[in-house]
């Protein structure tokens, strides 16, 4: 096996478990639900800053990280993926306070298909005929959801479109992927330690009143929020767009799972066939992309067999 098959499995690994871990975010932030939106966000920003740093100085690279800010297109680059980042957990935010939950789901259900679409229209990735056809599936899967809910739902494109583009970032920026992490938690800290300052005095949140244990949860959010989007970093460098873009299902099909058997949300005939179709599309790519695989492997073999057979 060749390095580079190597690292586009691993790509492949990062990005099942980075959608795996945002699939079952809900269960902890349920755990902190006695805490508004917006302090949760911002506990998120900083004790994720503190964990990238303690990486970062761990392997040894702060000195290698402060360079990057001497090259304008990279920090360019990287600064524009923090501030589409930043917009999309707003949003994000902001859609579950003001109820639009459902919109929320939907836009990260739309949000894989952007990335198949970026893929072929901006990298030229090529997809075969079954592709087409599974990529078909998802979206009409998609299109049922979008109808139910009954009117144009612009949170979820707003979601779907900014997580989009942050991918698109973090494939054309060639940074390391824990130093680009970090200077994108370094450059929203500010804004987060002052929207606490400003909360704690106007007294709607009191470090004081906050137990231990709840302590631990918020800087654990520093963990769950950098580890997910450390692996989507890699996977997002290693892996086909495509290819991507339909792991991302993934994340939603677990919250949606955990919203009807755990959170015990109504689950519709429309919810049944959309996802059916979706998954249909999923299996089908995911056989298609695998078979291609295992034959681009075999040629690399005979190859490499032939190879030595002329020495």
């Known amino acids: ?29 349920k755990l902190l639900q006695d805490f508004s939106a917006g302090i949760i966000l911002a506990n998120r920003v900083i ?7 303690g990486l970062l100085w761990y392997k040894d690279q702060l000195k290698t990280t402060a360079r990057l800010f001497a090259d304008k297109k990279k920090i360019m680059l990287v600064s524009a993926s923090s501030l ?14 003001a109820g639009f939950v459902i919109q929320a789901s939907i836009g990260y259900y739309i949000n894989p298909l952007m990335v198949v679409l970026m893929g072929t229209l901006i990298f030229k990735e090529k997809m075969e005929r079954v592709e087409k056809i599974a990529l078909f599936f998802a979206f009409s899967g998609v299109v049922i959801i979008t109808f139910e809910y009954g009117s144009i739902p612009w949170v979820s494109l707003i979601l779907a479109t900014t997580f989009s583009v942050y991918g698109l970032c973090k494939r054309v920026v060639q940074v390391d992927s824990i130093a680009a992490l970090g200077i994108e938690t370094l450059m929203i800290t500010p804004i987060a330690v002052i929207y606490l300052i400003y909360a704690t005095r106007s007294n709607t949140f009191d470090p004081s009143q906050v137990s231990l244990s709840s302590w631990l949860l918020l800087m654990g959010a520093g963990f769950v929020t950098a580890t997910p989007l450390l692996w989507f970093a890699i996977a997002a460098k290693t892996i086909p767009f495509s290819v991507l873009g339909f792991i991302q299902y993934l994340s939603p099909t677990i919250s ?5 058997f755990l959170f015990k949300e109504p689950f519709t005939g429309y919810h049944l066939i959309s996802f059916s179709l979706i998954w249909t599309g999923i299996l089908m790519f995911t056989y298609t992309r695998t078979k291609r695989i295992r034959q681009q492997r075999k040629i690399l073999k005979n190859n490499h067999l032939k190879k030595g057979v002329e020495k």
């Open 84 to 97: 589409i980042i930043s917009l999309n957990w707003f949003t994000y935010i902001w859609a579950v306070n």
């Open 47 to 53: 004790w994720s800053c503190f964990f990238v740093g």
């Open 256 to 260: 949606l799972l955990l919203g009807v």
């Open 1 to 29: 096996m060749k390095k580079g098959e190597l690292t586009s499995l691993q790509g492949i690994y990062f990005g099942l478990g980075a959608y795996f871990l945002w699939g079952f975010l809900p269960i902890y932030w």
